[in-house]
């Protein structure tokens, strides 16, 4: 499938979007202030061993502290052992025998920090290059399984070839299949040159310094999204296009090929309507071309993904209609997840099916359009309650969580008290008071929705409390104040 990358760049924030046949696919926002922090290489600080947790808390000059797993602390594998078996006898090595509190340790960010979690960190360090992933603590030499099985033999012959006897390990990408021999020694040099540099600043700087630092959005874009089926990548900055292109002709000539200048009169943006699809990619309802209907919602632990008729009855029976908006609707929600980057736990709720072809079918169109996704996604069958449960890795902030913050108003519930609600929570707040002050005067300071209500609805309760408690009470109205904030004076 042919696709377009466009990128656009000012000083304070970079977005990039991937367009197949005019419709956006893929949403990406770096901001020159909230980078991500995946990759990166610090040299860290034990502050805190939780061996309850079998974690630890490291310190590497972030607001919040970093979090390491007994299962992310890394030691090569012993002779004679498999990978899988070094991992399942250090885990069982508690965390306080392997760190102590002030010690210095190497560590790489493996998830940025989300909501109030801190980052989650890695003792195995991995340096991505344009085809390979060095792995400068293992000897490992691994292939990508997106690469035919018949294939892998003789590509890790020509890998153990290539990487000589210096040590370290190397994972080759999905993008290497087809590289030559002078590519792939050309990516193993920068890749160890990296390495070297990153050990050099370990000895000389001091604990919670960063001694490597991953690529920047645009350079990312040339080494893991540029595809065959990438026909142009357009970048509407001359200076930035400069920048990139001299980047990709020394790391990625190929994919630097690709690379033009966008000089129209019209923000590139505009050119597939992408803010407006951003905005689409915010809101809860996602509407299907045949007249059905998504509800996202995104909570702290999953996300809900409600698939609705709503006015479709194009079909010839009611079992035709459900089957046809399920099939549309596994489309659209596959390009969603990638849309808003929705991770973690995912449930699906389809239309209920009474026929089991049609179930699989929904299932199997589901999985199709996942296996698109550059990310690890993984979906499970029908559930007993007719839910489809699935997961996508999650390694950074979703589309909302970069964009977006919680309404003042709601504090993020997404519903408010309504204003009689308040004006009955004012008055009983005013007996409270009565009983434990004795001011002259009681002045109530709120919306204006809520004054209104207590000045003409509510005026008869308001003026049998004033009478009870013996006291005058005035009413202000304050129309910076959300619905359901309140203030009580005591005058």
Request: glycine share 8%.
């Amino acid at each position: 499938m042919q696709q377009d990358i466009l990128i656009n760049w000012s000083p304070q924030e970079t977005r990039v979007a991937v367009v197949e046949h005019g419709a956006v696919q893929e949403l990406h926002v770096e901001r020159t202030l909230e980078r991500g922090l995946v990759g990166n290489v610090y040299l860290g600080k034990v502050a805190r061993v939780l061996p309850g947790m079998q974690s630890a808390f490291i310190d590497i000059g972030l607001e919040r502290a970093a979090f390491l797993h007994v299962a992310d602390v890394w030691h090569p594998p012993a002779p004679g052992e498999s990978l899988s078996e070094s991992r399942a006898n250090q885990a069982q090595i508690p965390i306080e025998r392997q760190v102590f509190e002030g010690q210095a340790l190497m560590v790489q960010v493996i998830k940025d920090p989300i909501g109030t979690k801190g980052a989650r960190l890695s003792t195995q360090i991995s340096i991505a290059g344009r085809l390979l992933v060095f792995l400068p603590q293992d000897d490992h030499m691994g292939i990508s399984q997106k690469i035919p099985q018949e294939q892998r033999d003789e590509l890790r012959k020509r890998m153990l070839k290539l990487a000589g006897e210096e040590g370290g390990g190397f994972i080759l990408r999905t993008n290497g299949e087809e590289a030559s021999d002078a590519e792939l020694s050309e990516d193993i040099g920068y890749l160890r040159k990296a390495w070297a540099r990153i050990k050099s600043a370990s000895t000389r700087l001091p604990p919670q310094s960063l001694l490597h630092q991953d690529l920047s959005l645009m350079q990312r874009v040339l080494r893991d999204m540029v595809s065959d089926q990438t026909q142009s990548i357009r970048v509407d900055s001359r200076e930035q296009f400069a920048a990139l292109q001299e980047f990709g002709q020394e790391f990625m000539p190929a994919a630097a090929q690709k690379l033009q200048l966008y000089k129209g009169e019209r923000p590139i943006f505009d050119l597939y309507s992408i803010d407006e699809e951003i905005a689409k990619a915010l809101g809860r309802r996602v509407d299907l071309k045949s007249g059905g209907y998504l509800i996202v919602d995104q909570t702290e632990a999953l996300t809900t993904v409600d698939v609705n008729t709503g006015g479709y009855v194009g079909a010839r029976n009611f079992d035709d209609t459900i089957f046809k908006t399920n099939l549309e609707a596994a489309q659209a929600i596959a390009r969603q997840l990638r849309l808003r980057n929705l991770g973690g736990i995912i449930i699906v709720d389809f239309i209920d099916m009474v026929r089991p072809d049609h179930r699989e079918a929904v299932l199997a169109e589901f999985r199709k359009q996942l296996a698109r996704d550059r990310v690890k996604t993984m979906a499970g069958g029908f559930s007993q309650l007719g839910l489809v449960e699935m997961t996508r890795k999650r390694t950074r902030e979703s589309l909302a969580h970069m964009l977006c913050e919680p309404c003042p108003s709601c504090e993020g519930k997404g519903i408010v008290k309504t204003a009689r609600s308040v004006a009955y929570d004012i008055l009983r707040e005013i007996l409270r008071e009565a009983r434990q002050f004795n001011p002259r005067e009681f002045r109530v300071v709120a919306s204006p929705k809520v004054i209104e209500l207590l000045l003409d609805e509510e005026n008869q309760h308001l003026a049998g409390l004033s009478e009870f408690i013996g006291k005058p009470v005035s009413l202000q109205s304050e129309a910076g104040m959300g619905q359901e904030q309140y203030d009580i004076v005591l005058l």
